[in-house]
Each structure stands twice: as structure tokens, then as C-alpha cells.
């Protein structure tokens, strides 16, 4: 079954480039499009896709507003949204992270990391794009207020690591060389830390690990 996609952005001639791009691979299908963030609301209700491309600037409902819309609705929670960034430091990206986007790309990224990105998302995974993930964690780790997690403690202290390690951007592979252990140990404790704190992947877990005061040290 081809990855259904539903491409959300204001400027035509984007849109129509994603579609020719996606048009040409068997594995993809796109089902909709959407110039604005309501059309993009309305239009994920009506098709349910299993990802949706938001840029963020967009008329009559921004990408921001309409992303906390689909991932509010009870009847939508299979779609993941990979939120389209302009500017390698978008100020909305830590936002949009913690409204639920499973992921970003940059606009101009390659359309390989593109493909890849809708591919990781659509198993079930989150992809923050390597290029750009550690910047903006930094960035914006360093002026937020932290709210730890109602369920921080029921984390071992081998999990508080790794979800620690997670907030850094790292992959589970990174992790594992840092720390000198298996990566299959490393997707151990990450998959056990989601699963206590409700994390629905592992962008949400890089929002409670930096809300929650977890980031390791990695200098």
C-alpha cells in the first residue's frame, strides 16, 4: 500500500513540486492538498492520510494552529503530521514539536532526506532533521522554564540517561558509541522511558526530556 500524503502549503507552485515529486515513486499517493490551515484541517478529516506536509505560514489558519487541531482530534490519531521549515532556526519548531509534529524538514532540504522523512514517519517513527535538530534544541532549551513530566520519576535512572541523551538529537547508535553499550540496549530503555511517559515517538520525548530538565552532557 502506497504512503498516503496530504500536502498543506500556501504557495502553488510548492505544492505542485512536492506532488510531482512524490508522483513519481510507487510507494507514495498523494490524496489531497490544502492552501491554507483549515483547508488542511478539513481536508485531513475528509482523507485521512497517513502524513501530512504543514508548512507553517500559512492565511486563515497558520500550520501551527491547524497541526494542534489533527492532533487533537480523537478520530485522527493515526495521521503524523512533518511540519516544513523555511529557516534552519524557525522559531516555531520547538512549537511545533511540542503540538504534536512527529518531525521537520527543511524546505530546501534534499529530496532524498524529504522521501525519508515521510517514510520514517509513516512506520511510526520521528525523524528532526540531522542537519538542524541539535541547533534548534539548543536554542530553545536554553529559554524555556522547565516543567518536568508528572511521571518523570517512575524513570529508572538508566532511562533518565537515555532520554537525557535522546534531547542532544542523537540517534540510538550515536548514544550507544557515546556510551559504550549495544544500540538494541540503548532502543531498550528509549522504548521503555516512551511507553511510561506516553510519549506517542520520539519527537515528544525530546519535548518532555528538554521540558523536564534531562539533557546530557555529551562535551
Do not use: C
Not at 506516553?198 to 562535551?219: H, N, T
Request: aromatic content about 4%; glycine content about 6%; hydrophobic content about 45%.
Amino acid at each position: 500500500m502506497p504512503i498516503r500524503v496530504l500536502l498543506a502549503d500556501d504557495h502553488p507552485v510548492v505544492r505542485r513540486g512536492l506532488a510531482a515529486l512524490l508522483g513519481t515513486l510507487p510507494d507514495f499517493e498523494v490524496v489531497a492538498e490544502a492552501e491554507d490551515g483549515e483547508a488542511a484541517v478539513r481536508e485531513t478529516q475528509l482523507t485521512k492520510p497517513d502524513v501530512v506536509l504543514m508548512d507553517v505560514r500559512m492565511p486563515v489558519l497558520d500550520g501551527l494552529s491547524a497541526l494542534r487541531e489533527i492532533t487533537a482530534d480523537p478520530r485522527l490519531t493515526k495521521v503524523k503530521v512533518i511540519v516544513l521549515t523555511t529557516f534552519e532556526l524557525d522559531e516555531y519548531v520547538f512549537e511545533a514539536l511540542a503540538g504534536g509534529a512527529s518531525g521537520f524538514v527543511l524546505k530546501d532540504a534534499d529530496p532524498g532526506e524529504l522521501l525519508q522523512a515521510i517514510r520514517v514517519v509513516a512506520d511510526g517513527g520521528s525523524l528532526l532533521s540531522p542537519s538542524v535538530t541539535r541547533r534548534v534544541i539548543s536554542e530553545f532549551a536554553s529559554g524555556r522554564r522547565a516543567a518536568p513530566h508528572p511521571r518523570i520519576k517512575e524513570l529508572t535512572d538508566r532511562e533518565r540517561e537515555m532520554v537525557g541523551w535522546v534531547a542532544t538529537g542523537r540517534s540510538n547508535d550515536e548514544i550507544a558509541e557515546a556510551l559504550v553499550v549495544s544500540p538494541a540496549t540503548v532502543r531498550t530503555h528509549v522504548s521503555r522511558a516512551m511507553l511510561k511517559l506516553g510519549a506517542r515517538d520520539r519527537a515528544q520525548l525530546v519535548v518532555f526530556a528538554i521540558e523536564s530538565g534531562l539533557q546530557a552532557d555529551p562535551s
